[in-house]
């Protein structure tokens, strides 16, 4: 009886007391990663996607883990000149980031799929919503190469846009090859040291050339995927004393290499050291003459560049929401599996209600992902109200869940508790990179700023207010009170980031996007839980609005919210 105490005590102050979720199938761990994939895919694209889906989900929980932690810890490095002298602005990858290269623009052709045929085997080009899902599951084992791909498919799309048909033809097929050695990546230059968000600054200039081409010259100040193949970049075509600030900077296409294969006349000054997003490399761009192609109309730079940030901010958004789900799913594993004190750590409630509050911000922000996909789905087909509501949800999902996700991946590094802080383990990554996404596409201020843009020039209240209403019509109902709170709270919110835009009350930005963010987050769970028959949806839709939304007194006993202190349902 001795021996087995002892035994028993030995596991468990052992190796296998500290639980590794590696090796998960981080699609089939998601209990409603299957359900929401059928809801916001068309059905035949779903099925078709589905063994894909499944795929992905265990290399992100495995392979691509390990090759994300390796590309981690070995981070590019910048080869100025070769062994004879010359010289070159290559950029030196290690082989584990290279792999992760070819999983991500090649065997699932992420950065090509919503820009031509054939990929995965579908025979057109798939919805913003299909890119996503995948995007979603790869992120969760691989943060910094999501950069290249987001950019990759951005540029692209804003080249098909506004990009002359002649240059569209000739750079298209580069920019979305799914074979690593044809492939050309995208970047966007934008960043100046005298002008980060505001672009107005801008101070690299450009010149006609007489062939039809610009010379570019200036420093760009924080360039990532430097040595990409291609590069989107603003700078000042018009004379600044007749077309000051905005009104004169323009749009262009730069190219690594000239037609004639020549290197172009830029130099890779210097690599970033960064915080996160280690894998992947950033650095500092001198422009000394380098060709580029005009984009669009000459002194609408910004606008046209705009299109570009935007689907990157989504990007962004999209990134924050797939950095929670690994960090809850990591939680999730540690609390279940890991034994203190006589029990799991999931039956004890204080650590329930700690990842049930993780849980609620993870679903948010996955719900948000597919409500703006398909706004930006039904924008690019119909133009009009879906544009104008495109244009608003999509800085709210990268203000909100970008935010989100600094509290939820620190919440999953705290649940893990010392090996959490550990670089062995997924947490301190996750924990790192989550904090570029309240800084790159404009810092949580430009963007919540930004949403009350959208609201005084752009007119998106009404149709915000509109896709609201029509959520909660259509999704499930809840009781009487309930509902009344709800209608009130939903009033306020909207009267709030009305009165924030009229008055141009900039220091309320914040508090109204997380209000909008919130509010349309709540209404969207009522409407999954109804459409796809989920009612933990509507559950949290409850969390929503009492714990986001209603008021609260911060004395009060929390058993007073009916609170059962549900996590989330068993995964499949």
């Known amino acids: ?38 809801l916001y895919l068309p059905r035949p694209l779903f099925e078709h996607l589905r063994p894909q889906l499944e795929r992905l989900g265990a290399l992100a929980g495995g392979p691509l883990d390990e090759l994300a932690s390796t590309a981690d810890k070995h981070p590019p490095t910048l080869s100025v000149r070769t062994r004879r002298g010359a010289d070159e602005r290559r950029v030196v990858k290690h082989p584990a980031y ?31 919503s299909a890119k996503y899902a995948l995007t979603y599951l790869l992120v969760q084992a691989e943060f910094g190469l999501c950069c290249p791909v987001s950019m990759t498919d951005s540029l692209a799309r804003t080249l098909r846009r ?35 968000s505001d672009v107005a600054g801008t101070a690299t200039l450009a010149r006609e050339d007489g062939d039809g081409g610009w010379a570019l010259h200036g420093d760009k100040w924080f360039c990532s995927n430097p040595d990409a193949g291609f590069a989107m970049v603003l700078a000042r075509s018009e004379d600044p004393d007749t077309h000051p600030g905005l009104k004169g900077v323009s749009l262009f296409l730069l190219p690594r290499t000239r037609p004639d294969g020549s290197p172009n006349a830029y130099r890779i000054l210097r690599l970033k050291d960064k915080l996160g997003t280690r894998s992947m490399a950033s650095g500092e761009i001198r422009l000394e003459g380098a060709l580029a192609w005009l984009v669009g109309e000459r002194g609408r730079g910004f606008q046209q560049m705009a299109d570009m940030v935007n689907n990157s901010r989504l990007s962004n958004g999209v990134r924050a929401a797939g950095l929670m789900r690994r960090a809850l799913t990591e939680a ?51 133009g009009g109200t879906a544009a104008t509501l495109a244009r608003i949800l999509t800085p709210l999902i990268k203000f909100r869940a970008c935010r989100d996700a600094r509290v939820v991946t620190g919440d999953a590094m705290e649940v893990r508790g010392g090996c959490g802080y550990i670089e062995e383990w997924s947490d301190a990554r996750l924990l790192r990179d989550a904090h570029l996404g309240s800084i790159w596409e404009g810092t949580s201020n430009i963007v919540a700023l930004d949403v009350l843009r959208a609201i005084r020039r752009d007119g998106a209240l ?10 909660l019509a259509d999704g499930e109902p809840c009781g009487a009170a309930t509902a ?14 009305a009165g924030a835009a009229a008055d141009d009350r900039a220091e309320l930005a914040r508090q109204a996007a997380s209000a909008l963010y919130n509010v349309t987050t709540m209404a969207a769970l009522r409407w999954e839980a109804r459409q796809a028959g989920l009612p933990y949806r509507g559950r949290l839709a409850d969390r929503v609005l009492r714990h986001r939304l209603a008021p609260r007194d911060p004395l009060a006993d929390p058993a007073e919210s009916a609170d059962d202190g549900e996590i989330e349902p068993a995964a499949a």
């Not at 021996?3 to 761990?29: E, H, K, Q, S």
């Not at 009404?462 to 959520?471: C, E, G, N, S, T």
């Open 1 to 38: 009886m001795e021996m087995t105490r002892a035994a028993t005590l030995a596991t468990r102050t052992g190796a296998d007391a500290i639980p590794d979720a590696r090796g998960l199938n981080l699609y089939r761990a998601d209990p409603m990663a299957d359900a929401l994939a059928a």
């Open 98 to 128: 290279v792999e992760l290269e070819r999983v991500a623009f090649c065997e699932f052709g992420l950065a090509a799929m919503s820009h031509r045929p054939g990929v995965l085997g579908w025979d057109e080009p798939m919805p913003p």
């Open 162 to 196: 506004f990009g002359d048909p002649a240059l569209v033809e000739r750079v298209l097929p580069l920019v979305t090859a799914t074979d690593l050695d044809a492939l050309h990546q995208g970047a966007m230059f934008m960043t100046e040291q005298g002008a980060g």
């Open 332 to 382: 999730l594993h540690v609390a279940r599996h890991r034994v203190a004190f006589g029990r799991p750590l999931a039956d004890m409630p204080l650590m329930r209600r700690q990842l049930a509050k993780m849980a609620l911000r993870t679903e948010q922000a996955r719900t948000m992902m597919f409500q703006t996909a398909a706004a930006l789905e039904r924008a690019d087909l119909e």
């Open 462 to 471: 009404p149709a915000l207010r509109a896709h609201v209403d029509a959520l």
């Open 484 to 497: 009344a709170l709800q209608a009130r709270v939903v009033e306020r919110a909207f009267a709030l980031a």
